[in-house]
């Protein structure tokens, strides 16, 4: 690796850290739904992650190498900081009343989800110390101690809470006490066993940290009042049963609520009587993941509770060196990955796939045909990361190469889903393309257009879901031209393509940003801004 190439991934990386934080403090707010700081926040990532594509080879100077991959491991230290004390300092559920499903919400069942994260705090800090000197890790002992003991003492400064809630819990003194002394132990305790550059020793016990606590949402959220969750146990429910979960009905959890009554949420005439005119809304792949969590666990959410780990860990370990690992971690603290599991959404099983593709690209690149397409067939919205995988190709003109990739991606999402699609092609159809179609603007999504409609004096003229794909398509075209045509590259376009795409759209919620979040990460992870590495480039692309 040149040191060009070195100090324009550490100007890159740092660019991306910016845009991943935003994003995380966007959906933070208000659970991703639209506030008017939550939406500058998109602002600012738009921005950073538009100024990390158009980035273009810089000169690697010595005199700036040395600052700029710094400036990229302190970005990264700072962001995985900010991150783990809004954890530490928000309900784990939502904001507000219709989001937060927490029904175990007694002191000591928070208390293990403090614990817990007051672990994750010391597996994190030791990752990062790991090449420290000893004095170095002294001082990171007990910086980390004290900024978990602060955390838990801080009342939350919440959107949804008052004024005067805020300040210091003199009640939760003896509490934050604790969690900064066991943190501080914790840590030191695992500097100790990680000494000598073994820094997936803790990396493995915060993934497993992660996993538990995963569950520990499942469980504590056993119904949580979203139509996500209810679509996936039905839809479970039904496979197992022998029944086509794209023909069968399910019930409008909405009606006669005071939600329904709010917004709308469906498009005409797909809810009536308390029954929707749909079945699954979801592609077959998402429906056999969530199934199997339903089949071990009784509840779909354990899928995806595993979902986001494995992704951090085929991100940590798809290069040498510990810079993925420490890329993975901002994946794993994103202010409400918890939230995204405890609502049951299917976008972790997406990340998982894109976290895939990246692990093949550089371990198993004869499997790359196969990730891609099984990314591909995660989610209907990917119809842009078709041409976006012609980035994977080094060779632009080697178009036997693309054929090869691309069409052998698209022969794997074709198997994948056409058995169910088939089944009952007229329903699969209404359901996963229709619905998405006839879907209604909505007033309350994460949208520059919800920003615009705002300040409209016209109320009665809804913007358009063409507006989306104008903003989007012009991005991609440019993300072809200008991307670096490996593994980073495409993941940084499926990013600066997909988040204008979702924040000009009639519908955007803390999911599909969470989508956007992992794209992100992984072009992160890809990276190399710290350390110079001799990678052998795979067949069909390139490190």
């Given at each position: 690796?040149?040191?060009?190439?070195?100090?324009?991934?550490?100007?890159?990386?740092?660019?991306?850290?910016?845009?991943?934080?935003?994003?995380?403090?966007?959906?933070?707010?208000?659970?991703?739904?639209?506030?008017?700081?939550?939406?500058?926040?998109?602002?600012?990532?738009?921005?950073?992650?538009?100024?990390?594509?158009?980035?273009?080879?810089?000169?690697?100077?010595?005199?700036?190498?040395?600052?700029?991959?710094?400036?990229?491991?302190?970005?990264?230290?700072?962001?995985?900081?900010?991150?783990?004390?809004?954890?530490?300092?928000?309900?784990?559920?939502?904001?507000?009343?219709?989001?937060?499903?927490?029904?175990?919400?007694?002191?000591?069942?928070?208390?293990?989800?403090?614990?817990?994260?007051?672990?994750?705090?010391?597996?994190?800090?030791?990752?990062?110390?790991?090449?420290?000197?000893?004095?170095?890790?002294?001082?990171?002992?007990?910086?980390?101690?004290?900024?978990?003991?602060?955390?838990?003492?801080?009342?939350?400064?919440?959107?949804?809470?008052?004024?005067?809630?805020?300040?210091?819990?003199?009640?939760?003194?003896?509490?934050?006490?604790?969690?900064?002394?066991?943190?501080?132990?914790?840590?030191?305790?695992?500097?100790?066993?990680?000494?000598?550059?073994?820094?997936?020793?803790?990396?493995?016990?915060?993934?497993?940290?992660?996993?538990?606590?995963?569950?520990?949402?499942?469980?504590?959220?056993?119904?949580?009042?979203?139509?996500?969750?209810?679509?996936?146990?039905?839809?479970?429910?039904?496979?197992?049963?022998?029944?086509?979960?794209?023909?069968?009905?399910?019930?409008?959890?909405?009606?006669?609520?005071?939600?329904?009554?709010?917004?709308?949420?469906?498009?005409?005439?797909?809810?009536?009587?308390?029954?929707?005119?749909?079945?699954?809304?979801?592609?077959?792949?998402?429906?056999?993941?969530?199934?199997?969590?339903?089949?071990?666990?009784?509840?779909h959410r354990y899928a995806q509770a595993v979902a986001i780990p494995l992704a951090a860990l085929l991100l940590a370990f798809a290069r040498p060196g510990r810079w993925g690992g420490l890329a993975a971690i901002l994946l794993l603290l994103t202010p409400r990955a918890f939230f995204i599991i405890g609502r049951g959404w299917t976008e972790p099983f997406v990340v998982l796939m894109l976290a895939l593709v990246i692990f093949t690209a550089y371990r198993k690149p004869r499997l790359l045909p196969i990730a891609l397409g099984l990314f591909l067939a995660s989610k209907q919205y990917l119809v842009f990361a078709v041409p976006l995988a012609w980035l994977l190709v080094p060779n632009p003109r080697d178009w036997k190469a693309a054929v090869r990739l691309i069409g052998g991606a698209l022969l794997?999402?074709?198997?994948?889903?056409?058995?169910?699609?088939?089944?009952?092609?007229?329903?699969?159809?209404?359901?996963?393309?229709?619905?998405?179609?006839?879907?209604?603007?909505?007033?309350?999504?994460?949208?520059?257009?919800?920003?615009?409609?705002?300040?409209?004096?016209?109320?009665?003229?809804?913007?358009?879901?063409?507006?989306?794909?104008?903003?989007?398509?012009?991005?991609?075209?440019?993300?072809?031209?200008?991307?670096?045509?490996?593994?980073?590259?495409?993941?940084?376009?499926?990013?600066?393509?997909?988040?204008?795409?979702?924040?000009?759209?009639?519908?955007?919620?803390?999911?599909?940003?969470?989508?956007?979040?992992?794209?992100?990460?992984?072009?992160?992870?890809?990276?190399?801004?710290?350390?110079?590495?001799?990678?052998?480039?795979?067949?069909?692309?390139?490190?």
């Open positions: 690796m040149s040191r060009s190439e070195r100090f324009t991934d550490a100007c890159r990386a740092t660019l991306l850290i910016l845009a991943v934080f935003a994003v995380g403090q966007a959906i933070h707010i208000r659970d991703g739904e639209y506030d008017g700081i939550a939406i500058r926040w998109i602002g600012v990532a738009l921005a950073g992650t538009l100024a990390a594509m158009l980035l273009p080879g810089l000169p690697g100077r010595e005199k700036l190498l040395r600052p700029a991959t710094l400036g990229g491991a302190a970005a990264i230290t700072l962001a995985a900081a900010a991150c783990l004390i809004q954890l530490l300092r928000s309900p784990p559920s939502g904001w507000n009343e219709w989001s937060n499903d927490l029904k175990l919400d007694d002191e000591r069942n928070l208390l293990i989800f403090r614990t817990g994260l007051g672990f994750a705090a010391a597996a994190i800090t030791a990752l990062f110390a790991a090449d420290l000197k000893w004095w170095q890790k002294g001082i990171a002992v007990l910086l980390v101690g004290a900024m978990v003991g602060l955390a838990v003492v801080i009342r939350v400064p919440a959107f949804y809470v008052l004024p005067g809630d805020r300040g210091i819990d003199y009640d939760a003194m003896p509490s934050a006490a604790f969690h900064a002394l066991y943190t501080a132990a914790t840590t030191s305790l695992l500097m100790l066993i990680s000494r000598k550059g073994r820094w997936a020793i803790s990396f493995a016990a915060f993934l497993v940290l992660h996993l538990l606590l995963g569950i520990w949402m499942v469980r504590s959220c056993p119904n949580p009042h979203i139509d996500v969750y209810v679509f996936q146990q039905l839809g479970a429910k039904a496979l197992l049963a022998g029944d086509n979960p794209y023909a069968v009905t399910y019930p409008d959890i909405y009606a006669a609520t005071d939600q329904a009554q709010d917004r709308e949420v469906y498009g005409k005439g797909l809810s009536k009587d308390g029954q929707l005119a749909f079945g699954f809304p979801y592609p077959p792949l998402s429906l056999l993941l969530s199934t199997a969590g339903y089949f071990v666990g009784g509840d794997v999402a074709a198997v994948v889903t056409l058995p169910l699609a088939l089944w009952d092609l007229k329903s699969f159809w209404h359901s996963t393309v229709t619905v998405q179609q006839v879907a209604p603007f909505r007033e309350d999504a994460l949208s520059w257009l919800v920003w615009w409609y705002q300040r409209s004096p016209i109320k009665d003229v809804k913007p358009e879901a063409w507006i989306a794909f104008a903003v989007a398509i012009p991005v991609l075209v440019l993300a072809l031209a200008i991307c670096p045509r490996n593994p980073a590259g495409f993941c940084l376009a499926i990013a600066a393509v997909y988040l204008p795409f979702i924040a000009f759209n009639k519908q955007a919620f803390a999911n599909y940003y969470f989508f956007v979040i992992g794209a992100m990460v992984c072009a992160l992870s890809a990276l190399r801004p710290l350390v110079e590495e001799v990678q052998p480039s795979p067949k069909n692309c390139s490190p």
